[in-house]
């Protein structure tokens, strides 16, 4: 993703490279999200498996997935070394480091109460809740020590507009001015020989 320094908004490229999906339906916490067959296959808490069909989320329960509660692992995108989440029990989570010889745990936390990402933002891992209206705050997690700092609102980034919009719209302004009161010396200058003869 890139961000537009004059509007302040978001933008893959290349363009198109995202596709957008239906939402998964209201209710139940999103225990796991994976990929089987092809297919993005996901488990709710108190629902069946379900799947992203062409149509949109369907039931995935008759094709022999595993009960709905099961623990999971998922890979964490973006990080520097090979890590991922696992669920533990009483709704705590782990960050761990996948190693040629085993695992490493870096850090556990307690699942935040609304919907969360964990992604790897270099060679840190930030824990990501929304707050509403578009926000959103953020957990760093040191890659070192595994120590879970407390949580920061992001703030909204202000557009550079006056530089990239404002600026050449003065210019052109400015520029079309000129040019009118040239256009009216011109004028009256024709029109004054005109008179002389």
């Known amino acids: 993703m890139q961000r537009n320094p004059a509007t302040g908004a978001y933008y893959s490229l290349p363009p198109g490279r995202l596709e957008i ?64 989440l696992v669920r533990l029990d009483s709704g705590m989570r782990a960050i761990e480091y996948v190693t040629g010889s085993g695992v490493v745990r870096l850090a556990e936390f307690e699942a935040p109460s609304r919907a969360f990402a964990v992604l790897g933002v270099g060679d840190r891992f930030g824990i990501f809740v929304p707050t509403g209206e578009g926000g959103a705050a953020v957990r760093w997690v040191d890659p070192v020590d595994g120590t879970v700092a407390p949580q920061q609102v992001l703030e909204p980034q202000p557009a550079d507009a006056t530089t990239w919009v404002c600026l050449p719209v003065l210019a052109v302004m400015a520029a079309g001015a000129f040019a009118g009161l040239a256009a009216r010396r011109f004028l009256r200058l024709k029109s004054s020989v005109a008179e002389r003869r």
């Not at 989320?57 to 890590?83: K, L, Y």
């Open 21 to 84: 999906h239906p939402s998964l339906p209201a209710g139940g916490e999103l225990l796991s999200a994976s990929v089987r067959g092809g297919t993005l296959e996901v488990r709710r808490s108190g629902a069946k498996p379900e799947a992203l069909g062409a149509s949109g989320w369907i039931d995935a329960s008759d094709s022999g997935a595993e009960s709905p509660d099961p623990p999971f692992s998922v890979s964490v995108p973006g990080a520097a070394r090979r890590a991922r």
